[in-house]
């Protein structure tokens, strides 16, 4: 029953490598994003998708690449991961412009480039 | 784009006393201020939010100010628990850029309750 999932949740993996993290959100939300939280706690936006429609990209290295299905779905695609990208990622999702714009986390993951 | 300030960084209170975490943020067309509380090992949640067109709200133990003029809102908690201790972060949102913005955090507050 959970509302925003995401899979895995755990990730130990090595430099160079390419991983992806899977979310999806059933509350029918038209937004979804990906959040990164490094080491000192600060969650910082990477994307925004509307309606499997990309919003906002910011400065995040290209390696790193949304993909969105349909609008349940928010997968983020890393390649050539470095040690710097060790973090917790979160997805998120919020409902429709004029019902607000509460955003609700996933369960994060954690990622760690070793 | 929009930028949060938060502090303190970390707060120390005793339990049963108020503690009071303050944000400032720089975008005028913001007009939604959520605090979220995130526990050791845990995702974010949603305790409590106001919008602009609200000056003040509480929900039991906790409030939340709002001051448009200044661009200042704080989170009050009274009667502080041990289960109150967990990072909490402001954050703020226009509904401007179409609803997908998203919300800016500020760096969060390290709230501890001594028991």
């Known amino acids: 029953d959970t509302a925003v999932s995401q899979t895995p949740k755990y990730l130990v993996t090595q430099m160079g490598n390419d991983k992806s993290i899977k979310c999806e959100q059933n509350l029918g939300h038209d937004t979804m994003y990906w959040y990164k939280q490094d080491s000192k706690k600060f969650l910082k936006i990477m994307f925004s998708y509307n309606n499997k429609e990309l919003i906002i990209n910011e400065t995040v290295p290209n390696r790193f690449s949304p993909k969105s299905p349909d609008k349940a779905h928010l997968n983020l695609h890393i390649n050539s991961l470095e040690l710097g990208d060790s973090a917790v990622y979160f997805c998120?999702?919020?409902?429709?412009?004029?019902?607000?714009?509460?955003?609700?986390f996933g369960e994060g993951s954690w990622l760690t480039v070793v | 784009g929009e930028n949060v300030e938060q502090h303190p960084s970390t707060l120390s209170v005793q339990e049963g006393d108020s503690a009071v975490i303050k944000c400032t943020y720089s975008?005028?067309?913001?007009?939604?201020f959520p605090w979220y509380k995130q526990e050791l090992g845990k995702r974010p949640q949603l305790i409590i939010d106001i919008r602009s067109n609200v000056g003040e709200k509480k929900d039991q133990r906790i409030a939340v100010t709002l001051n448009k003029t200044a661009k200042h809102f704080s989170l009050h908690i009274t009667e502080t628990q041990p289960e109150d201790s967990a990072v909490y972060f402001c954050a703020a949102s226009s509904h401007s850029g179409g609803g997908a913005d998203g919300l800016t955090f500020g760096k969060g507050t390290h709230l501890i309750i001594q028991p």
């Open positions: 998120a999702s919020s409902p429709p412009l004029l019902s607000g714009n509460t955003i609700y």
């Open positions: 975008d005028s067309a913001s007009n939604y």
